[in-house]
Each structure stands twice: as structure tokens, then as C-alpha cells.
């Protein structure tokens, strides 16, 4: 019954359940709530709330499957920041073992999260591959959060090398959020297994002591030393877009892609006070002007 009704109010009254969603989220995650107001946007939450059911949304597809998305990050900023494909699969007999190497990746290329990591061969045998395929397969991501992006993108899962670093457990998330096409903040992300933490930068990689959803990392998140690099690879890929965040990962040295995010947290992550969420609400503001 739950499903049918969020169902009907997705399609009937959006509105509606994005401000539920985003007071239900913000009263048992944040340390402030607010009914957001979709009509009258201010905060950024707002924004995203308000932008993320648009019909434009729709042809940003190809930008959030995350098999598809390869050749256009190709065509944009070159397959250097690639991390390759092992195989893809949307049907039919279902990868094996043997075509695969270890550690490696799971994805879904139609949906956010859902991924396993097989440490060795051993670890994929005892993963029940079908029952997985079956599960997400059936998973529509937009009936789920209301982001319009996904409402078209096929199922399908992708397998990847799984990428370390010497003497890390898991590499850090540089997000960079893009407004008007131009970076203006870098959120780190820090242990995500164990322990999530995040903490926001601005440019100059000043620490802007600010978070959302997860808690403050409370130390300093050295400085990339191709930080430059990593800037001008999501200004190139935020050009066409209002707003979406860049997820860049930095192993020693090398940029990866990640993918492409246009409504962070789905407009429903609180931030760590109500005055940062109004701060990238501006700047949300101000790109829309300038479109």
C-alpha cells in the first residue's frame, strides 16, 4: 500500500511527497528541519527539490548510466580518466568467473549504490549473481526518488577493476559541486565503510568546516597536488548544466571519473546548519539567471 501511494503522489502531487520526504529526512538526520518551499526556492535543498522532476530531466539519461556515460566523458575530456569496463551486462547468460579478474566492482549502470566488491575469486562464487541481476533489474530508480534523469535508463550491471591505493583501505570522493558550469566547492568524503565522514572546500582549499547528512571530518584533507587538474576536467563536464556535482577520485596522481550527480542527496540530506544550505542556494540562484 505504501508503494501505491507514493506511487500516485509521484505522479499526481510530486510536490507533495519532495516536501514529506525532505521534512521526514531533515527531522530524523539533521539538527534543524524546515518545510521546504518548492515554489519560492531559496536553500539548495529547495532547488534540487524543484528541478529534479523537470521533463528536461529526462534527456540526462545517457549522463547517469554509468556504462553510457564512458563515451561521452570520452568525447569530453578523454578516456585517460576512464576506469575500464571488465564487463557489461543488460541480458541473456549471465558473466562467469573466468571473465572476470580480482578485485573487482559490481555496479548497476541504472540506479545510485547498490554495488558489491569481490576481493578474490572466491568471494564472487559465493555471491548469488542471478538472485542480484533479478533484484536491481526490476529497480526503476526515478519511482524510488523522483529524479526524472533515471525514469528511461535500462537495467543493466557493469563490472569494474576495483581500485585501491598503496596503504588505503578505500580512496577519497572528490565531489565537486558545479554551478553555472563553474566549480565552486569540493566535498570530500572520507572511510565510507566504516566510519562516513565529509567535510566541504572551497577553491583554495580552504576548509569550510561544514557537512551534509554525514558527520564533520574534524581533521585537514590533504590538498591534491593536481587540484588544478581535477577543476578544469569538471568545469569541461558541467558546461551544458545548471547544476550537477563532478565525482572525481585522485590515485596517486592519476584523475578517475566517478559520475555525474544533478540532484545531490535528492534534495532531502540536511546540511550541518540551515545557513549552508542557504549559502549554495545563491549560488543555485545565481546560475539559474545566468542561463
Given at each position: 500500500?505504501k508503494?501505491l501511494i507514493y506511487r500516485?503522489?509521484?505522479h499526481?502531487?510530486?510536490h507533495?511527497?519532495f516536501?514529506?520526504?525532505?521534512?521526514?529526512?531533515h527531522?530524523?538526520?539533521?539538527?534543524?528541519?524546515y518545510m521546504a518551499k518548492?515554489?519560492n526556492?531559496?536553500?539548495?535543498?529547495?532547488?534540487?527539490l524543484?528541478h529534479?522532476n523537470?521533463l528536461?530531466?529526462?534527456s540526462?539519461?545517457v549522463?547517469?548510466d554509468?556504462?553510457?556515460?564512458k563515451?561521452?566523458?570520452?568525447?569530453?575530456v578523454?578516456?585517460?580518466?576512464?576506469?575500464p569496463?571488465?564487463?557489461?551486462?543488460?541480458?541473456?547468460?549471465l558473466p562467469?568467473a573466468?571473465?572476470?579478474?580480482f578485485?573487482?566492482?559490481?555496479?548497476?549502470?541504472?540506479?545510485?549504490?547498490?554495488?558489491?566488491?569481490f576481493?578474490?575469486i572466491?568471494?564472487f562464487?559465493?555471491?548469488?549473481?542471478?538472485?542480484?541481476w533479478?533484484?536491481?533489474?526490476?529497480?526503476?530508480?526515478?519511482h524510488l526518488?523522483g529524479?526524472?534523469?533515471?525514469?528511461?535508463?535500462?537495467p543493466?550491471?557493469?563490472?569494474e577493476?576495483?581500485?585501491?591505493?598503496?596503504?588505503?583501505?578505500?580512496?577519497?570522493?572528490y565531489?565537486i559541486?558545479?554551478?553555472?558550469g563553474?566549480?565552486?566547492f569540493?566535498?570530500?568524503?572520507?572511510?565510507?565503510?566504516?566510519?562516513?565522514?565529509?567535510?566541504?572546500?572551497?577553491?583554495e582549499?580552504?576548509?569550510q568546516?561544514?557537512s551534509?547528512?554525514?558527520?564533520?571530518?574534524?581533521?585537514?584533507?590533504?590538498?591534491?597536488?593536481?587540484?588544478?587538474?581535477?577543476?578544469?576536467?569538471?568545469e569541461?563536464?558541467?558546461k551544458?548544466?545548471t547544476f550537477v556535482r563532478?565525482?572525481l577520485?585522485?590515485?596517486?596522481?592519476?584523475?578517475?571519473f566517478?559520475e555525474l550527480?544533478?540532484d545531490h542527496g535528492?534534495?532531502n540530506e540536511?546540511?550541518?546548519a540551515?545557513?549552508h544550505?542557504?549559502?549554495?542556494g545563491t549560488l543555485?540562484a545565481?546560475?539559474?539567471t545566468h542561463?
Open positions: 500500500m508503494v500516485v503522489l509521484l499526481v502531487a510530486p507533495i511527497l516536501r514529506f520526504q525532505h521534512y521526514l529526512m527531522s530524523r538526520f539533521g539538527n534543524h528541519r518548492i515554489r526556492p531559496k536553500t539548495f535543498n529547495e532547488f534540487t524543484t529534479k523537470a528536461l530531466r529526462e540526462y539519461g549522463w547517469v554509468k556504462y553510457l556515460v563515451n561521452k566523458i570520452s568525447e569530453k578523454g578516456a585517460e580518466v576512464l576506469i569496463t571488465m564487463k557489461h551486462f543488460n541480458g541473456g547468460k562467469e573466468d571473465e572476470l579478474s578485485p573487482c566492482i559490481l555496479k548497476p549502470t541504472h540506479l545510485s549504490g547498490y554495488t558489491r566488491i576481493k578474490t572466491e568471494d562464487q559465493a555471491f548469488d549473481l542471478q538472485v542480484y533479478e533484484h536491481v533489474s526490476k529497480i526503476n530508480f526515478y526518488t529524479e526524472r534523469q533515471y525514469k528511461a535508463v535500462q543493466a550491471i557493469l563490472f577493476p576495483f581500485i585501491q591505493e598503496a596503504g588505503q583501505e578505500e580512496l577519497k570522493d565531489k559541486f558545479c554551478f553555472g563553474k566549480p565552486k569540493i566535498q570530500v568524503d572520507l572511510d565510507r565503510k566504516f566510519n562516513h565522514t565529509r567535510t566541504f572546500y572551497d577553491l582549499w580552504n576548509n568546516r561544514f551534509s547528512m554525514y558527520p564533520i571530518y574534524e581533521g585537514e584533507v590533504e590538498k591534491p597536488k593536481n587540484l588544478d587538474k581535477m577543476l578544469r576536467i569538471a569541461e563536464l558541467a551544458p548544466f563532478v565525482d577520485y585522485n590515485v596517486s596522481g592519476k584523475v578517475l566517478g550527480t544533478f535528492s534534495g540536511p546540511f550541518t540551515y545557513e544550505d542557504l549559502r549554495l543555485y545565481q546560475a539559474l542561463e
